[in-house]
């Protein structure tokens, strides 16, 4: 296996009715959700093996995201279905170009149930890169499946990499989420944040001092995500900036998911960070092109004629 990714799956809804808040919306269209599994659709159309580490509800919406799953290639061997626990909900507005709100059901959600058993931490071990996120990290048993599968992948030598992805109701308060963040940045070679994660991350609102913060605790990159103004990307004795493609917004959400499957495919493949910064904003401007979230990653082919172009009106200008 190349890559694991040990996180959430759920069932996403889109309104159909365009700019129409959400509970005037009289239709709906499903889709794969949850950022792991996202990500690991996105890393899988990019050529990658990749693997997911779950839990779902014994119920029917399970059917179909294991289904989906593994039609794009994605490993859910280690995927458990769960009895007495509920697989997540979503449901979004899609009000371009800015206005995206969301419901979440989350009442005993079943990826707080994930468990590493012995034949998944051995595949760790053996994988070239281990992906996480911070919403495992808000209760167990998922937060020790996390912990202790960031913990075996480091001494093993497998990257590592932890998208902060706060949920804020996932936690008591954005202070215990960046106290369990925290906890885990010496088994983490990436970390991915958007400012108001990194600011609970680094509990400061000093950019400087949180990249300090962050890469003095064990990271070799930080990226940090800008929104609408770009990205960089931050190591000890460098800092990239690579500005935003998204040029034609339909929905955003899952722009940030598609981003980290483009940059984390580069790095995997050992690109330079100007390089996977570019790839990581292709892949997002090529998702927030489109609704939903898993369905709209885009093949490798999308993304490197859209750096060609992106090249091409560079070099007119």
Same mark, same amino acid.
Request: proline share 5%; with cysteine; glycine share 6%.
């Given at each position: 296996m190349d890559i694991w990714i040990l996180g959430r799956i759920g069932y996403d809804l889109y309104a159909v009715e365009q700019n129409?808040?959400? @509970?005037?919306? #009289?239709?709906?269209?499903?889709?794969? @959700?949850? !950022?792991? =599994?996202?990500?690991?659709?996105g890393l899988a159309r990019l050529g990658i093996q990749v693997g997911i580490i779950s839990a779902v509800g014994d119920d029917l919406l399970?059917?179909?995201l294991l289904g989906l799953l593994g039609s794009e290639g994605v490993d859910t061997r280690f995927v458990a279905? +769960? @009895?007495?626990?509920?697989?997540? *909900?979503? &449901?979004?507005?899609?009000?371009?170009?800015?206005?995206?709100?969301? +419901?979440f059901y989350r009442a005993k959600p079943a990826d707080s149930q994930i468990v590493l058993n012995e034949e998944a931490a051995q595949s760790v071990r053996?994988? /070239?890169?281990l992906i996480t996120n911070g919403t495992n990290l808000a209760s167990p048993?998922? $937060?020790?499946?996390?912990?202790? =599968?960031?913990?075996?992948?480091? /001494?093993?030598?497998? $990257?590592?990499? &932890?998208? %902060?992805?706060?949920?804020?109701?996932?936690? !008591?308060?954005?202070?215990?989420a960046g106290?369990?963040? $925290?906890?885990? *940045?010496?088994?983490? #070679?990436?970390? &991915?944040?958007? #400012?108001?994660e990194l600011a609970l991350l680094a509990g400061s609102d000093d950019p400087e001092k949180q990249i300090e913060s962050v890469l003095?605790?064990?990271?070799? %990159? *930080? +990226? $940090?995500?800008? @929104?609408?103004?770009?990205v960089t990307a931050h190591t000890s004795t460098s800092k990239h900036f690579a500005p935003s493609q998204s040029e034609e917004i339909v929905c955003a959400v899952g722009g940030g998911d598609g981003f980290a499957a483009g940059f984390l495919y580069a790095v995997y493949r050992g690109y330079d960070l100007p390089r996977a910064l570019a790839y990581g904003n292709a892949a997002a401007a090529v998702v927030v092109s489109r609704v939903s979230c898993a369905d709209a990653m885009p093949r *490798?082919?999308? %993304? #490197?004629?859209?750096?060609?172009e992106g090249s091409a009106v560079s070099s007119q200008r």
């Open positions: 129409r808040p959400l @509970g005037q919306v #009289e239709h709906f269209s499903r889709h794969l @959700g949850g !950022s792991s =599994a996202n990500m690991a659709v399970a059917d179909y279905r +769960v @009895g007495g626990f509920n697989t997540s *909900l979503c &449901l979004t507005e899609v009000w371009p170009p800015s206005r995206f709100r969301q +419901v053996q994988a /070239k890169m048993p998922s $937060r020790d499946a996390a912990r202790k =599968a960031l913990a075996a992948a480091h /001494k093993a030598g497998v $990257r590592t990499a &932890l998208d %902060i992805d706060y949920r804020d109701s996932s936690w !008591s308060s954005s202070a215990e106290k369990e963040a $925290r906890s885990v *940045l010496p088994w983490v #070679e990436v970390v &991915l944040a958007n #400012e108001e003095a605790a064990g990271p070799k %990159i *930080l +990226v $940090r995500k800008l @929104g609408a103004r770009g *490798l082919q999308e %993304i #490197e004629a859209r750096l060609r």
